[in-house]
Each structure stands twice: as structure tokens, then as C-alpha cells.
């Protein structure tokens, strides 16, 4: 054997084991003095709406979001993103080796923009099952009647003509509905209208000239309603595999699935008597994983409601309105100040959230909605 033959070879080989360290190398791995072995790095990925934030990695500034972070030593880190004119948001990290961490984060504005979305008054608002209409009564003036706004997806700021509330029954000389309470089907295609010992039954989307009264088969009404409720809570039921964890559900007394179906809120108790008249703050309140099986507690509040992102849940108190994860980290106030009835509720789009108020002046007295921008 040639010694030219021998040195190819020799040359081949340690072409071979500088390439195959090179490689080793641009995926991560490292020699590690401290355990004496060679370990490997995870990435991190941070994307964030708005988009062009800070991104901090244990108190440094590393890198601007939307971006990814390589050859990260396996561990906890300490995570902040920042934005002016945005909460910061922050959370601690676990990077794990050889694995990619991905970080979608939404931030909040520091102040919001409030604006109007009625005029004409409003009381006794609510939203339909779907999240997607919303009915109400004007009490009084031109427009007194029973009202449905249809709240647009595709249009989060401007308001289109079809998207602007309707009229489902007007107040006349014979049936005045300042005072009705509404309800929606289970499907958010009627509202059932009770007034003193009437009850109307309306289609969310047309005018109603005549209503028709079903107060003989309220009752039998009623039930069917209560019967579809069930069946569709029964099916979301059946869709957890795991037995402990539908019996969690089952046995909750209130049970709030996010819109993807892939998360819940619960509490596992029932409310005392302070708790049912809003005198004191609901506590208890949990959210199941059910795609990573695990279990966060949420922050108390009078009321919880998930964003249509399934991400996030609105936590409503006496004068506050906030925004959390659905593992209870990042809580944002979003709104400090009056509103009615702890009522407030998410656009369709997660763009805004809705809350019925007043101001003390002589031409805006008059409760109405107003719309809070998280965007």
C-alpha cells in the first residue's frame, strides 16, 4: 500500500470527523466543563403582535421580536418583551435540549383607545351562545325597541353598514319594552322576550311586526332549550379521553370552554350566597390543558370569559377589567373605571372588548356601549 494511498485516506478521515464537528457544532452542541460531556442547546422563538418588540433573555437584550434565539444552554430563563406604548409581558422559559421553544405573544396597549359604539341608549344587554351577536333594549326615543347587533369578524375597527344593529321589535302604544328581560336559543337564532307575564319569541335577524307570544308552551320551550344545552355539553364531554379528567368537568359547577374546544375554565365549588349577588370575588377558578394536560389557576375575579383567541381570559371586577394568559400569568388591566352591571365582553375578532357605560354630562348620560381597543 502506497504511502501517497495512505496519506488520501488519513485525509479523507479527518475531513470527515472536522465536518461531522462542524455540524455537531451548527446544531448546538457544546462541550460542557462542568459536566464533563457534551451537551446539546435548545432554540427559542419569540413572535409577537405588534411585531419589531424587545426581547430581554434573563435581564440582557438579545434580539427583536419577530426572531429566533439559538444555541441556548438548556435551562429556566427569564423572558421580557417589551414595546412602547404595550404592557410588558414577561414568563419564565424552560429551554429544553435539542428543542425548539416557541413564544407567540400579544401585547396589550399601556392606554387604550375608548370610544362609542351607541348612542341611543342601552339596557339589559346579552351576548348570544355563538359570541357573534349581541341583543338589547332602548328604552326610550325614536329607536325604543328590542335591538341585535351582528358583530363583524372581518371588519375590527370600521363599522360596515352590515354590521350595524337592527331592529327586532319596536315599543308601541300596546307593548312597551323598556323594562323586558331577553334570552337567547342555545343556537343565538331567536331571542325570547319576557315582559311582565308575556313572553315573545323574535328571529335575531328580522323584524318583528306581530311577536308571538308562547307563554302557554313556555315551559315545554324552556325545556328543549335545556335539553340542547346538555346534548352539546355531552358531546364535549365524550371528546376527553382521559376518565379523571371528564369527571373533573362533569362534576364542576361551572364549566367555560374556550372556543377551540382545546382548554376549560372550572371551578370546583359551588358559590355561597355573597358570591351569587357579586359581593365578594370568585375564587377557585382553574383552566385544563387538555393538548398538555396540565392545570393553571386563574387569577380571582367576579367573572371570567375566554378571547376568541383561546389564548387569553377577561377577568372582570368592580372597576376593573383585565386580561390573562390561560395559565393566569401576564395580567394586563385593561380598563379602570366605571361601567355597569360587571358587563363587558370580546369582539368576535379578540380586536376590542365592549363594556356598557355613562358619562356625567348632560348628553352622554344615558347608559351606552363603548368599545376598548386591545389592539
Known sequence: MSKRFILTIATVIVLTIMAGVVIFL???????????????????????????????????????????????????????????????WEKEVNVKEGLV??????????????????????????????????????SSGKKAGVWVWTMSKDQPIAFARSSEPHQIAKTSQTIDYSTAILKWSPDSKQVLVTLNNNNYLMSADNFSDEPRDITPVLDATLKSWEEDVENREQVRLVTIADVMVRKVASDSAVVKWSPDETKFIYREKALDDKQVKGETEVDGMKVYDLENRKEFSLPEAKSHMWLPDSIHVILVDDGSVSVSEYDGSNKAVIFAGSFQNNFAFPWPDSSRLVIISSFPTPTASEPNLYGINLR
Open 26 to 88: 451548527a446544531k448546538g452542541y457544546t462541550f460542557s466543563p462542568e459536566e464533563k460531556r457534551i451537551v446539546g442547546t435548545g432554540i427559542l422563538t419569540v413572535n409577537s403582535k405588534p411585531d419589531a418588540a424587545s426581547v430581554f433573555v434573563d435581564g440582557h437584550l438579545t434580539t427583536a421580536t419577530n426572531a429566533t434565539i439559538s444555541s441556548l444552554p438548556p435551562k429556566q430563563y427569564k423572558i421580557r418583551v417589551v414595546k412602547e406604548g404595550f404592557i410588558p
Open 101 to 138: 421553544t416557541e413564544l407567540k405573544v400579544t401585547l396589550f396597549p399601556a392606554i387604550p383607545t375608548i370610544y362609542p359604539l351607541t348612542f341611543s341608549g342601552v339596557a339589559n344587554p346579552i351576548l348570544s351562545p355563538d359570541g357573534d351577536k349581541l341583543a338589547y333594549i332602548v
